[in-house]
């Protein structure tokens, strides 16, 4: 179950809750109703005459109105279940419509039929959007991790991160970086599809050869936190270092996905600008192929040029 | 400057494109005297590895002369003569500092294309896909060499370049499937291919002090050169190689067996590689494992497997069960062409070995789309081209 947060319940989250619980009872109704009789269940829709096809439609349909019940019911994810139901609702109407069409229609029973599945997908998404709301509060933003091992003691590794200016070498993604002198720092960062996001961070914990972590000031583009962390690795490799990072990013979860596609995953983009960091700590530059004139970049990885020498 | 450029599935051709530049300070700029077409630019010829975009200059097989170098190089001066070995490696990573080179872990650009697919990235390989770097090959009149400090080996002028070339690739890879299945004096070992690599196998086998090598092929001058360094040979088209195996070593089975094919092998029982093939070219697997599959079946119990034959994705139908049960031990991987130079080199000018012997067309740079074709389809005696720039 899942544990409540304090201060009580609020009423939205209550109705949340119930309507999904008894959108989850009619999955389970309908669904059984079209599997034991799915012609009676396309009849009383509104489609004229059935068919092996309408039967085997419906009750494919009705099997999916199972999962999707026990799903919900089940207490897990139910805003990604209640969601599979939107899009169930729009195949329904898709279905109901093509059906009539081409079996004929009972002009009453079809509109009535539309109508309740309009309503059905009303209250659908009106639930899936309280629990996504409800989830996107509970977690925060975005969490990216990476760890890379670095062919170099534990003292040089903390020394070359805790010179920030030492920073947009590496970070593909983080322009340049000026400290003032008082702990706090002033980066831009490359955002999703080119944008800029300017911010301040402070650091809030420096231990010598083990730890900094930092966090943006309030007025930042992006609010952020990160940590970097700096490990003794097993049998004399050197350094393990690893770095977390959590951010809301910029247009919300929305954001997230539509950057995610552009190639953007955080994971990734942070490995990248760690391999950087590595390539800088071990060989002293970053290294170029004439595909990647710029160095590690998963975005640029999309859009390469050809292996042969730059002109 | 004239390089060959892959253009597509099947299709190479001889372009005008740009001369190098130095990019990083450890480059090198190498003039390039001889390079020759490997095995596995077969793979790239065939359309099977993946990242290959039109343009991309192609060739891992190199050596050549110093014409410029980085900033950051001081142990080599222009003039020097260098054979280029084919994994990019930088040399101060954990990797190389363990002597595998061809795990670098900083030279792939591109390691996380590589990772999506291999899980974690290998070295970068000249010419060799963007996923593996995306660095432009040597069958070319010249080549940007990065690490040329720790990667190109200084070669005297008192060897000839055909003695000296397959240093780049091909002899060390196929010393490397010797030496991971440990071959030793009193070994019976079997060798599925004898290509260029499979012959150099064969060779470095006896110069380990193998008893008996066994070749497996189905071309007959491939055969011939095999059994002219020693080997016994098989030819699968005409018989069971798992039965016969076992019948030349007293049911026992070769002791080591090593993989000189790689992903794109065939198989005599036509139905089989229908199978492999047709899954093949769905997408469904990106290998047709013949050669692995018999390896594990008719090896020894307790042997050992090696492959160097060059595999790109998944596999199906691997006899686990045989491999379990049998006490076998695998292994694999891209030759640490750095490791094995300096000692192959003295091989060579101790005259064990003179690696020119499996050249049989010397072509000039501008006939690679010729040569190509030719070495892919066996003709005309063909088992390995050397390219003139």
Known sequence: MRAELSGGRTAGRDTADDLARGLGVLSLALGSAELAAPSAVARLAGVRTGGPTVQAVTSLYGARELVQGAGILSGRGTARWVWSRVVGDVLDVGTLAVGAARRGAAPARLGWSLAALAGVTAADVMTARGLSRRSGAAASGVRAVAAITVNRPRAEVYRHWRDLEHLPEFMAHLRPVSTDGSGSSHREAAGPAGSTIRGDAEIVEDRENEIISWRSVKDADVQNTGSVRFLQAAGGRGTEVVVELRYRPPGGRVGAVVAKLLGEEPNQQLRDDLRHSKQVLEIGEVVRSEGSPAGQSTRRQLAQRPAQPVA | ?389
């Open chain 2, 1 to 389: 400057m004239r390089a060959t450029c892959w253009t597509g599935k099947r299709s190479v051709e001889v372009r005008d494109v740009p001369d190098p530049t130095i990019l990083n300070r450890r480059d090198a700029i190498v003039k390039i005297t001889s390079t020759a077409i490997c095995g596995s630019d077969l793979h790239l010829y065939n359309g099977l590895i993946p990242t290959m975009r039109e343009g991309d200059v192609l060739g891992h097989e190199f050596m050549g002369e110093v014409v410029e170098v980085g900033p950051g190089i001081e142990e080599l001066s222009v003039g020097d003569r260098v054979v280029v070995p084919f994994p990019i490696a930088c040399g101060m990573c954990g990797a190389c500092e363990r002597g595998m080179t061809a795990l670098c872990e900083n030279s792939n650009p591109n390691a996380g294309l590589a990772e999506k697919l291999l899980g974690h990235s290998p070295a970068a390989l000249f010419g060799y896909s963007h996923m593996l770097g995306g660095y432009p090959g040597g069958q070319a009149e010249y080549a940007r060499v990065p690490f040329a400090d720790f990667g190109a080996l200084k070669v005297e002028s008192d060897l000839p370049d055909e003695k000296v070339l397959f240093l780049s690739d091909i002899f060390p890879t196929g010393y490397m499937g010797a030496d991971m299945a440990e071959v030793g004096p009193g070994d019976v070992v079997a060798v599925w291919g004898a290509g260029p690599v499979g012959q150099f196998a064969i060779a470095s086998c006896f110069l380990r002090g193998a008893e008996r090598v066994i070749a497996i092929d189905r071309i007959d001058h491939r055969l011939r050169l095999a059994q002219e360094t020693g080997a016994e040979t098989l030819d699968y088209e005409h018989v069971s190689v798992p039965e016969a195996l076992a019948e030349m070593t007293g049911g026992r089975g070769p002791d080591k067996c090593i993989d000189a094919v790689g992903m794109e092998a065939h198989h005599a029982a036509g139905a089989l590689h229908a199978y492999d093939r047709t899954k093949q070219a769905l997408g469904l697997e990106t290998e047709r494992p013949h050669v692995l599959r018999e390896a594990v079946v008719s090896c020894a119990n307790g042997g050992i497997v090696s492959v160097i034959g060059v595999y790109a994705g998944f596999t199906d139908k691997f006899p686990m069960g045989s491999f379990m049960n049998r006490y076998l031990t695998m292994r694999a991987g891209q030759c640490h062409v750095h490791r094995y130079m300096p000692q192959l080199l003295q091989h060579i000018r101790n005259g064990d070995i003179d690696p020119s012997f499996v050249i049989t067309h010397r072509l000039p740079l501008d006939d690679a789309p010729t040569a190509y074709r030719t070495f892919l389809e066996k003709a005309d005696d063909c088992e390995k081209v050397v390219l003139t720039p």
